[in-house]
């Protein structure tokens, strides 16, 4: 069964303007883990947030975690048309896998 | 390159025909998995193995069978496909076990089953 949901399930912005995408999730984790999907191929680890780290960056990317409200975020700064993708977040509670949420379909319009 | 081959890309077959999805790593990792994505559900886990002779079901196993005989091998097997099993279809590939690990995914085989 999914674990995280993300919100919005669609995004679109212009070239250049920032998305953000948000993941909810229910029980305790170890860690958080984005992914992009470009359609219909297969998931890319984007960036890894620890249960005790609030912040982190990776170029453009910003993800932010609060565990009191079992919440994290996804921010891309300056978005491009390459970044139109699928994004989907993950969790990982210690146990034999990952929950995927349903993803957020992020459109960059040039 | 460090990857996760999955094979065929695409495959149409019709109902009850055996086939089998091949997926393979080189990367030395312990962990394997299959998902299938469809629209709205997100990735749901089928079955994943931690070792060679280790394979356990997830979440949607029904249908499904695995075999885990190499380190590198994890292929998915379905005896007798219905329609309800078309779908998009996923390997993945991390160590184990180790905190923070993050997985390697496959490009994906799109199943049609008619």
């Known amino acids: 069964s999914q674990q995280g949901e993300e919100d919005p399930q669609a995004l679109s912005i212009q070239e250049g303007e920032n998305a953000t995408m948000n993941c909810s999730y229910k029980?305790?984790?170890?860690?958080l883990q984005w992914y992009r999907q470009n359609s219909g191929r297969g998931l890319v680890h984007l960036i890894l947030?620890?249960?005790?780290?609030r912040e982190k960056h990776s170029g453009r990317l910003r993800v932010t975690l609060d565990t009191s409200k079992k919440s994290s975020s996804l921010l891309i700064t300056a978005s491009r048309a390459a970044d139109t993708a699928s994004y989907f977040c993950?969790?990982?509670?210690?146990?034999?896998?990952?929950?995927f949420g349903a993803g957020t379909r992020l459109t960059v319009k040039p | 390159e460090a990857q996760v081959t999955q094979n065929p890309r695409y495959l149409i077959t019709v109902t009850g025909k055996k086939l089998t999805v091949t997926c393979s790593q080189n990367?030395?990792?312990?962990?394997m998995s299959w998902y299938r994505q469809d629209p709205g559900l997100g990735l749901r886990q089928i079955y994943y193995?931690?070792?060679?002779?280790?394979?356990d079901k997830g979440d949607v196993p029904e249908g499904y069978k695995v075999s885990r005989k190499e380190k590198r091998n994890f292929p998915l097997i379905l005896e007798s496909p219905s329609p309800n099993q078309t779908s998009l279809y996923f390997c993945?590939?991390?160590?184990?076990?180790?905190?923070?690990?993050?997985?390697?995914f496959g490009s994906g085989t799109r199943l049609t089953v008619v």
């Open positions: 993945a590939s991390s160590f184990w076990p180790a905190r923070g690990r993050s997985y390697t």
């Open positions: 029980t305790s984790i170890n860690n």
């Open positions: 947030i620890r249960s005790n780290e």
């Open positions: 993950a969790t990982d509670a210690g146990n034999n896998d990952m929950r």
């Open positions: 990367m030395n990792h312990e962990y």
């Open positions: 193995s931690m070792n060679v002779e280790a394979t």
